[in-house]
């Protein structure tokens, strides 16, 4: 029931297109959904994060859909670029996100 | 750069040494935290301190032995680890209250012999 679950485990975008990864849990006790990414010999940067109540938030070229009753979300990323290329993570945390499980994550490759 | 800083950035050890990870932040959060993160996986939590306390213990085994000397300062003593071990350690910190996301350093790389 911890567990977040995110697809696809890769996905190859060109340069302009939509990247979209899904993202679903059980635990309706998560009440954050971050977003992060990583580079190789990087640490997980935040990118875009949401709270159960808002269905919607959109940063930049990042925008997260988020549908409480199915208990899914996602994160768009319009207009991708190779620079977008790396490791995102979805996750979601409770208790003042002293829990807090990372999605499997999904390796985006942009082609130029 | 990231404003949780891990030192050193790579550490080659043996089975038998003695040797230490250090976190330290300075935006204030009393929440730190350790993680594993093995190839293509996600970071698994390891640790978790509020206010200096370890709060969250993820049934680490004892050959890891973190410390939380100030608000500032996190540490991971390791002693006697295995091949296995071999990974990126990441810290990260956050705000205690609310929805407050963590902010990860870059971790340390961690070669067992």
């Known amino acids: 029931q911890q567990q977040v679950k995110q697809s696809p485990q890769s996905l190859i975008v060109q340069k302009g297109g939509i990247s979209i990864i899904n993202c679903a849990y059980e635990?309706?006790?998560?009440?954050?959904f971050p977003w992060y990414q990583q580079f190789p010999g990087k640490g997980p940067a935040l990118l875009i994060a949401?709270?159960?109540?808002?269905s919607e938030k959109k940063e930049g070229r990042f925008t997260i859909s988020f549908n409480k009753s199915a208990k899914q979300f996602s994160l768009h990323i319009m207009d991708s670029q190779p620079g977008d290329s790396a490791t995102y993570f979805c996750?979601?945390?409770?208790?003042?996100?002293?829990?807090?499980?990372f999605g499997p994550g999904t390796r985006l490759s942009v082609l130029p | 750069d990231t404003e949780v800083t891990q030192t050193p950035k790579h550490l080659v050890m043996g089975m038998t040494n003695k040797k230490s990870l250090k976190c330290e932040q300075h935006?204030?959060?009393?929440?730190m935290y350790w993680y594993k993160q093995k190839a293509k996986k996600p970071p698994e939590l390891m640790f978790v301190?509020?206010?200096?306390?370890?709060?969250i213990n993820e049934s680490v085994p004892s050959r890891f032995s973190p410390e939380c000397p100030n608000s500032s300062l996190l540490n991971l003593h390791l002693h006697a680890l295995q091949p296995e071990d071999s990974a990126l350690y990441l810290c990260?910190?956050?705000?205690?209250?609310?929805?407050?996301?963590?902010?990860f350093g870059d971790g340390t790389r961690l070669s067992i012999l």
């Open positions: 990260a910190s956050s705000l205690i209250g609310g929805n407050q996301p963590q902010h």
């Open positions: 635990n309706t006790a998560f009440d954050y």
């Open positions: 949401i709270r159960p109540d808002v």
């Open positions: 996750a979601g945390q409770y208790n003042y996100g002293q829990n807090f499980v």
């Open positions: 935006m204030g959060h009393r929440a």
């Open positions: 301190y509020s206010y200096e306390k370890l709060s």
